[in-house]
Nanobody
Framework: QVEIAESGGALVQAGGSLKLSCTAS????????MAWFRQSPGKEREGVSCINWSGFTTSTTDSVKGRFNISRDKTKNMLFLQMNSLNPEDTAMYYC???????????????????WGQGTQVTVSS
């Protein structure tokens, strides 16, 4: 059974930084594409960043390029999202997701990911 759990969300001032964490059980993060998505009230869920099984990373949202960095720790079986220079438009619920099929690339689509956490709230004040 696969379980995904996010943590690290908080209220932060504009210009600040946060690091989100995602723990995964039931699968090896080194073998699966994993991603961060976010969703604001009234908006569709959008991809933020993805890392595939080989470690190649992609930012699927232009607005976070150069500010957000996805990484993983194979020894801890965890995924991270370092977020810098936060602005109010980054306010959202952030979700960690894992692919069902191993050794695939990142498509950027939520449909690729079968396993989701409950989300962690990030709020950026101006």
């Amino acid at each position: 059974q696969v379980e995904i759990a996010e943590s690290g969300g908080a209220l932060v001032q504009a210009g600040g930084s946060l690091k989100l964490s995602c723990t995964a059980s039931g699968l090896d993060v080194a073998d699966y594409a994993m991603a961060w998505f976010r969703q604001s009230p009234g908006k569709e869920r959008e991809g933020v960043s993805c890392i595939n099984w080989s470690g190649f990373t992609t930012s699927t949202t232009d607005s976070v390029k150069g500010r957000f960095n996805i990484s993983r720790d194979k020894t801890k079986n965890m995924l991270f999202l370092q977020m810098n220079s936060l602005n109010p438009e980054d306010t959202a619920m952030y979700y960690c997701a894992a692919d069902r099929t191993p050794f695939r690339g990142c498509s950027g689509s939520p449909a690729q990911f079968s396993y989701w956490g409950q989300g962690t709230q990030v709020t950026v004040s101006s």
